[in-house]
Structure formats: C-alpha cells, structure tokens
C-alpha cells in the first residue's frame, strides 16, 4: 500500500510563493505517474498538473500554466509542485494522487492512491 503525505501549505499574499511537496512510501515510486489537483470550497476537484515517471512528460491546467511547475525526485521519493505569482483564486486544499501506471494523466479516475490533503490560502 502506497501513502502519500503532503506538506508545504499555508497562507501566503497574492503574488507570493509556495513549494508543495509530496513523498510517497514505498520501493517503486519511480514508476508511478504521478499529479496534484485542488478543490476549493464548494467546488469540484480539478486537475492542477501532472508528471510521468521519469518526469519527461509533463502537463498542467491552463489556470496554473505559466505559473506553476511539477517535478519529482525519484532518489527521495517526492514530487513538488512549485506555485508562484499565486492568485486568490489559487485557494484550496491540495491533493497529490499517484497512478499505478507511469504516464502524465489529467483525469482523476487515472490516479489510485491520495494524500490527505493541505490547505493553500491566498489573500488578497
């Protein structure tokens, strides 16, 4: 069994910075496709960016593109997503989901194993 804890949120100001990070129990980590999406409150979860295995692919949500980036250190198990100029309507609890498949995914019903969540606030 795969866990996934993330860390790394928090309030910060519209404009600034956050690093996301996410480590994964588990020997074959490097095999898994892996992704973050986000809720907010009220709304549907959605995708926020994905990673292949070897973190040769990559894709994200037009909202986040330009701002944010994934990647993945396969040596220590994590995937970071790195979150700048953030916007208000960047809040909402962050999730990171892992696939037992190694491709770049946008769809939820790719990913499963989930974290359990942590919150990033921006204010305004």
């Known amino acids: 069994q795969v866990q996934l804890v993330e860390s790394g949120g928090g309030l910060v100001q519209a404009g600034g910075s956050l690093r996301l990070s996410c480590a994964a129990s588990?020997?074959?980590?490097?095999?898994?496709?892996m992704g973050w999406f986000r809720q907010a409150p009220g709304k549907e979860r959605e995708f926020v960016a994905s990673i292949s295995w070897s973190g040769g692919s990559t894709h994200y949500a037009d909202s986040v593109k330009g701002r944010f980036t994934i990647s993945r250190d396969n040596a220590k198990n994590t995937v970071y997503l790195q979150m700048n100029s953030l916007k208000p309507e960047d809040t909402a609890v962050y999730y990171c989901?892992?696939?037992?498949?190694?491709?770049?995914?946008?769809?939820?019903?790719?990913?499963?194993?989930w974290g359990q969540g942590t919150q990033v606030t921006v204010s305004s």
């Open positions: 588990g020997r074959t980590f490097s095999s898994y496709g």
């Open positions: 989901a892992g696939s037992y498949y190694s491709g770049s995914y946008l769809s939820d019903k790719s990913y499963g194993f």
